[in-house]
């Protein structure tokens, strides 16, 4: 299953889950849930000790299945069991480097992964990983941020592959009430020569919703999905995405 | 690849395969706007005026190069301090607070952050926030708060917020992921002041530059003094800002430069911590704090905590220009076990009246068990002193 | 009267009518010495330049006249600050421990005494006696061991013996009387290395000297950076070496000198313990450690125990010039209460991110309460930094 | 009487006293002993918080002594019960000088004390107090020191009244086991213009002969006296001023 996929039938909702928190049985059943509820896309997180561009939900989270023993190659078993759906790699640049590129392409590949999503790998820094994702038809998804300057922008939705991942507010990820009027503005500005998928605080059906209508084509739910599985409420998490996937097809453009 | 990173200084950032900018996209346009704003300044007459007035009437440059009579008999040769112990604050730190807080205040921020682990950095920061009037609020791990009550208190008496940082091993290294994060979010309004010469571009090209006072004063102070160039320069090695900031102005000269590690405890690993601060001498190449160096690291990629009996070489990572010259074999890499340091520091004190930090002492450390490594005339950065070390060498001596 | 005395500098050891030697004739031999080898160093270019070489290079001077923007600002004048904080040791105390030592050391001694309150002298003594090879012994009253743990493990690291001293108060004037006894029967050998200037001549005219370095550096770099003169000075007084050390060069200018002793916790007396440090205010003349002078006493003549919250200005006595000085009202003499030195302490801390010693902060808690008396350009002696003082002022205020 | 009367019938042995300690009905006994002993001069000693030329015995007993309420107007309340033989007094300037020098000298007078010893009172600084004795018929006695010079030892022997103190050793008082051979050469080199007492650091019977086998004309015996006082065996020092005045007169010389 590839990337572009979870985009071909109206907006997609992708799902972000730390692996191995608490453990391993409890992320794939979430994912056996959230993909019955709904979601299009899973993001499928490989915690790391020092993840910078995640908020408190997403840090605990990862600490949580570190200490619970998760590590790269477990979680490669794991993701090979997870189906349905198709999935993506979240997770800082370190991991793969220590695997190196060609290895850690080989093993997406091998656990039917489609994607990878390096949140601390700006385009300038991401050519050995590119040419391996190249070799093993992997989709390499880059990010803009609502202070990425316009052609910068353009740029990166152009060498994206699979989507473009706009973050919707500066900061860290993490669940926010409001929706800014920057993310509608970036929304509006990066040119959708793919699917531009939304993400960072989206938390409630009402914000994913706010973000189709602005023209998102996805909108990605990490933390509030994270929190829920850490307090043991899959069947919350399971509402939640149903909730999201229901109110964003509500506002999606006709095709 | 992009266009954009054709002309930006991100592309100059490397130092061989070390270095770069491995950060989320939202801290790509605020690093490149201090790389702009650095990189004009550079050369911008007034701020530069600005920051040699601060740097001597306020923090005391230049600092002396002092002739250590009793240490040089007893090694058999001619040794000099400098003597970054005597800057305002106790440490080289001051150096780059200073000029970072200067270039902060020209592109018009009013807030500094900052990480700190035993909280000399914290200090230097909070002391130029105070001085040059910032908002300064300082990241500093929960464990490391524990540790560093003094350093706390002194940091809010100069009018710093001092911010528990509870993620992760709550200590240095997530005080920096903390700052960052803040960053992310605040960056229009606040500088983030980071303490050494690592992390992404531009810091480690600018921390080096604004220390790069010590190695230039040490330069003309070895001349006049000495009418030579020293054979060799010895330095500690935490981030590697003093260590840069001795070795850059001599890089092209034939003196030898030794960046002396933390061996701490030895080459072992206790849980997740590694025994020492060694990250040249046991780590491997990787990325942290948004930059590709030497880092020590479990073989998945997951960082260790780091050891030293020094708080300020307590750090899994290392500036990536380090990381290149010490590959390159231009900077040679030892290390002074605690106990070397401990050794140094009493030395110091008794036979030359100088109380040198922890760090520092790894450095005299060194000096004394290879004094055949540093040929006829030797510098030793005594980058702070260590009043601030005492009650640490009392348990480790167990009084 | 006696022949010897008119020809012995003795005889010109009076401050109008303070100063002089009272002493046991076992000491008049060992001054008369000391004061003839001081008298012909102060001309010996050799020692002045070995001086000059040791002030610079070991103890970092010149020290720095920087310009407190902020502080001005809220005081409505131009404040400049002579930055004593960064000289090696953290204080002032070191012009003289260097100058008396390498005077010692032409006299051929090998072995230093000195007295100890808080302990800030011991350690100048402690870091010359290793840096110039002397055995250092440091008289100092068990209640200050008791209260001063750190400053003991200072000078013992840099090599020096500390005595508990177990009779009388047990504090700071009965380290100085057990010091006088020592030397009376070890001059052969021994230096007496008095930490202030009051005392017997010479020593309020030698350290005096000795510290007025500072006031000559303030002189010349207030002149070539404001180009006139200051209109006031203030600094802070114990036995007066930092006082007598920014004023003796400006004596015979229109500059107000004011000097602000400790207030205490008020004029009155608790037990056999003054409230306050202030022997110019609150003190009457009588003689004290050799001097005739201000001491705090009963009317008997018993020596009362002060008090501050700055151990640097426990002390019952003044040196004799200042004494003579405030007389005649050439010094003015002011208070600061402990709150008010608090206050001063943690204003210089926020608003210019030099923390100084308690000590210092009476002199700047005394600008903030009378900003009128200082004239439009002030320079406030900032004789020491404050990071020993931290535990103190977290008590005081009851963290 | 004066002190010269001490000096008169044979070599002179000069005790002293801490006034006060433990109390002044001690110190009055004891003076009584001494003197019931051969004692042939007083030294009371006026307590001084800070007494610089004092060992740790004196200074231990006048510690105590102003513990116990000694000031200055009760020392000479006492010194006017204490009768028999001449008596000086003893004791630090600062605390004549907070009298003033006339009082001081007016109330020495009024409570039969004939002499005074200052001994943080060089000459150099005496005279405001050598005209207040000379006015109430008072010696006023000086110290010489093994280290002063040749000519000073003979300017201060000469302004000396009463007796001159030579001090047999440096530092300060209290009991020395050995007699000194500077202390010999001091004896030998002050002029016998008037009775040379000799003190610091003699407790002994034999030290007290060999110094006046030296020629001394007086022996001072302070620390060891006030020794046996603190510990309240007055039948012991009685014993030790007897078993000096008996070595001493062994050794006079023949008038
Ligand atoms: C005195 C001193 N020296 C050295 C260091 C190490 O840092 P760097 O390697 O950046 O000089 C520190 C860090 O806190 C320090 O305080
Ligand atoms: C920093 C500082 N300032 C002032 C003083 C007071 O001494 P003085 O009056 O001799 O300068 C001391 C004494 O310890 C001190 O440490």
Chains 1, 4 share one sequence.
């Not at chain 1, 307090?231 to 998490?237: A, C, E, F, S, W």
């Not at chain 2, 250590?68 to 003597?83: M, S, T, V």
């Not at chain 2, 350093?151 to 091993?169: D, F, K």
């Amino acid at each position: 299953m590839r990337v572009a996929d979870a985009f071909s039938s109206g907006p997609a909702l992708i799902v972000y889950l730390c692996m191995g928190d608490p453990d391993i049985k409890t992320t794939i059943e979430a994912a056996r849930r959230v993909i019955a509820a709904g979601a299009d896309l899973l993001e499928l997180g490989l915690p790391h000790s020092d993840p910078i561009a995640d908020g408190p939900v997403i840090q605990a989270a990862a600490q949580r299945a570190i200490a619970a023993g998760m590590d790269t190659d477990r979680y490669f078993q794991a993701a090979g069991k997870i189906e349905g759906i198709p999935k993506v790699f979240m997770g800082y640049y370190n991991m793969v480097f220590q695997r190196g590129v060609e290895r850690f392409a080989a093993d997406c590949a091998a656990s039917g992964i489609s994607g990878l999503i390096v949140p601390d790998l700006p385009p300038e820094e991401a050519n050995p990983l590119m040419q391996a994702c190249k070799r093993y038809d992997l989709d390499l998804i880059f990010l803009v941020a609502p202070n990425t300057p316009q052609q910068r922008a353009e740029e990166i939705a152009a060498m994206s592959s699979g989507f473009v991942y706009l973050v919707s507010r500066s900061g860290v990820t993490g669940a926010r009430k409001e929706v800014l009027d920057s993310t509608r503005e970036l929304i509006a500005r990066v040119p959708a020569v793919r699917p531009r998928a939304v993400g960072f605080g989206i938390s409630t059906p009402d914000q994913a919703a706010q973000m189709v209508a602005a023209g998102a084509e996805g909108v990605i739910v990490g933390s509030a999905c994270v929190d829920l599985v850490g307090q043991g409420r899959l069947d919350k998490l399971e509402e939640l995405v149903m909730g999201m996937k229901k109110e964003m097809i509500k506002v999606a453009p006709k095709r | 690849m992009m266009t954009t990173s054709h002309t930006s200084p991100l592309e100059t950032a490397r130092f061989g395969s070390f270095g770069g900018g491995f950060i989320p996209e939202t801290l790509v346009q605020p690093l490149r706007e201090l790389a702009d704003a650095y990189l004009s300044l550079q050369a911008d007459p007034g701020f530069l005026e600005e920051l040699g007035e601060l740097l001597s009437r306020f923090a005391g440059r230049p600092t002396p190069l002092c002739r250590a009579d009793r240490l040089g008999q007893a090694l058999g040769r001619r040794i000099y301090l400098k003597r970054e112990d005597l800057l305002h604050g106790g440490a080289h730190k001051l150096n780059n607070t200073l000029g970072q807080a200067l270039i902060a205040s020209r592109m018009g921020k009013s807030r500094l952050i900052a990480e700190t682990g035993a909280g000399q950095h914290g200090v230097a920061t909070a002391i130029v926030g105070a001085k040059l009037g910032f908002e300064t609020q300082i990241y500093m791990g929960e464990v490391d708060i524990e540790r560093q009550k003094m350093n706390v208190y002194r940091m809010e008496l100069l009018g710093a917020e001092v911010i528990p940082v509870r993620s992760g091993s709550r200590t240095l290294k997530d005080a920096i992921n903390e700052a960052m994060r803040d960053w992310a979010g605040s960056y229009e309004t606040t500088h983030y002041l980071l303490g050494t010469a690592a992390g992404p571009y531009p810091y480690p090209a600018m921390v080096r530059d604004l220390q790069s006072v010590i190695g230039q004063e040490a330069r003309s102070q070895i001349m006049e003094q000495e009418g030579r160039l020293p054979d060799s320069i010895v330095a500690c090695v935490g981030g590697g800002s003093n260590a840069m900031g001795i070795f850059a102005p001599f890089l092209s000269d034939p003196t030898r430069l030794i960046a002396v590690e933390a061996g701490g405890r030895g080459p072992g690993q206790t849980g997740r911590t590694a025994d020492n601060g060694a990250s040249l001498a046991f780590g491997s190449k990787g990325v942290l704090h948004g930059a590709m160096t030497k880092i020590l690291q479990d073989p998945f990629g997951q960082i260790l905590e780091s050891y030293s009996v020094a708080a300020g070489l307590d750090y899994p990572g290392v500036g990536p220009q380090l990381a290149h010259l010490a590959e390159t074999g231009r900077v040679l890499t030892r290390l002074a076990s605690d106990a070397q340091a401990v050794r140094g520091f009493r030395y110091l004190s008794q036979a030359e009246g100088i109380i040198p930090a922890l760090e520092s002492a790894h450095a005299v450390g060194y000096a004394l068990e290879e004094p055949q490594q540093l040929g006829d005339l030797c510098i030793i950065n005594v980058s702070g002193r260590g009043d601030k070390d005492l009650h640490t060498v009392m348990e480790y001596e167990g009084c």
